[in-house]
C-alpha cells in the first residue's frame, strides 16, 4: 500500500489530504497536466486521473485526452474545464503558494504547515501526533 495511503488509514478523523499543482517549467506537458487533472475533478475523478496520468510514459495532449476517455470522462466538458480561466487561475495560484513555502520540487509534503523531512511511515506519524498534541 502506497505511504500516503497507509497515513489516511492509520489517522483516519485525524488527516485529511489537500493536493496541491506545481507544474515544473521544464517540462512542457505539466502545466497541462495539471489543468486535466483539475478537470477531471470537476467530474468527481480526480485520484483516477492523477493515477493514470502518473503511470504515462510520455505525458502529451493527446494522452491527456485518452485518459479521459478511458475513465469515462465527459469529454466535451473535460476539454472546456481544463482550458477555463477558473483552472489556470487555480495552477496558478499553487505556484504562488509553492514559490511563497520555498517548496522547489515535488512531491513536497506539510502537516499543519510544517514541511516533512522524514518520509517513512514513522516520520509522517510523529508530525501528525505532535500536531494533534499541539491541537488538544
Known sequence: MPLLEQVLEKNQGNV?????????????????AARAALA???????WEYHDQLFAEEKITGSSLDRI???INLDLKQ????????????????DIAEANTLGVTGTPTIFVNGKRLKQRSLQGFQALIDQELRKSK
Open 16 to 32: 485529511k489530504l489537500v493536493y496541491k499543482n506545481l507544474p515544473l517549467r521544464i517540462h512542457d506537458m505539466a502545466e497541462p
Open 78 to 93: 473535460f476539454k472546456k474545464d481544463m482550458d477555463s480561466q477558473e483552472l489556470r487561475q487555480l495552477v496558478k495560484s
Open 68 to 70: 479521459a476517455k478511458e
Open 40 to 46: 477531471a475533478n470537476k467530474q468527481g475523478k480526480f
